[in-house]
């Protein structure tokens, strides 16, 4: 296991990065990160692509026990706190339009604290009162994961899709995909489909993305526990991958420098 190997070494950065890069060509193809958040420490974008948060609204505590050993430490949210991430077209695949969205994954590790109302670990919504948008993730008022997203329809008129029973207090891996050339979207709890659905999405043109909390202005549906490793990547990830990035908690770049870059910023987060 890559991530294993790089939390054994004790070399310089430039030593593990060289290291990391000559391992390349053995690892197989993966999907494009597009942002990586590990919430060791803080809301830092360890992708290299710069799409770092802010907290807001409250207090987030980082520092907090992980979800399993290679995926280092949490947050939890526990008073409203939670995370802006500056609107991006990167992190916002597609266009605005009917089945417009490009391909996505959403990864995360979620901990909910309590099953009361809607909460939302991620969430990318645009409700601009003609059209809703994005994709959102949530524990439901039911108690269940909810895979929601907007496709371009009249304002309100998400399509939700309703997946298994939030265990409380409870580690769990959750990762949403969309498949743009299919229009297939999937929902994965802890590496097994348990939502699968041809209903197509738009992409959010204009809103933060919230992390611990929900609706356009991350103002509500507040997260209730703990998040660990929000990972997106640009191609809608299959269930080996999906496997692969719930155990070993390491993004497959398509690139040998892009795994150097995430193998550098792996390095430094073990440093603090």
Do not use: C
């Amino acid at each position: 296991m890559l991530y294993w190997k790089l939390g054994a070494m004790r070399r310089p950065a430039f030593a593990l990065a060289l290291f990391v890069t000559s391992l390349a060509a053995s690892l197989p193809a993966g999907a494009g990160v597009i942002a990586w958040w590990p919430l060791d420490n803080d809301a830092s974008d360890a992708s290299g692509n710069g799409h770092d948060g802010a907290v807001v609204g409250g207090t987030v505590n980082f520092g907090q026990a992980g979800a399993n050993g290679a995926t280092g430490l949490s947050a939890s949210f526990p008073n409203q706190g939670h995370i802006d991430v500056p609107y991006a077209a990167a992190l916002n695949p597609g266009t605005q339009s009917p089945n417009g969205s490009g391909s996505f994954t959403i990864a995360l590790w979620a901990n909910s604290s309590s099953n009361g109302g809607f909460n939302s670990p991620f969430t990318a919504r645009e409700d601009n009162g003609a059209s809703v948008n994005g994709p959102i993730i949530y524990n439901n008022n039911g108690g269940n994961w909810s895979y929601w997203a907007g496709n371009n329809g009249p304002s309100g008129a998400w399509n939700a899709i309703n997946g298994p029973a939030v265990p409380v207090n409870t580690w769990q891996h959750v990762a949403i995909t969309y498949n743009s050339s299919t229009q297939t979207r999937n929902m994965f709890i802890d590496g097994a489909v348990v939502l699968t659905s041809n209903i197509g999405v738009s992409a959010n043109v204009l809103r933060d993305i919230h992390i611990g909390s929900g609706q356009d202005d991350g103002r509500n549906f507040y997260w209730n526990g703990q998040i660990d490793d929000v990972i997106m990547f640009d191609e809608a990830l299959d269930a080996a991958q999906i496997q692969d990035v719930m155990t070993n908690s390491i993004p497959e770049p398509s690139s040998t420098s892009l795994i150097a870059l995430v193998a550098f910023g792996f390095a430094l987060r073990r440093r603090r």
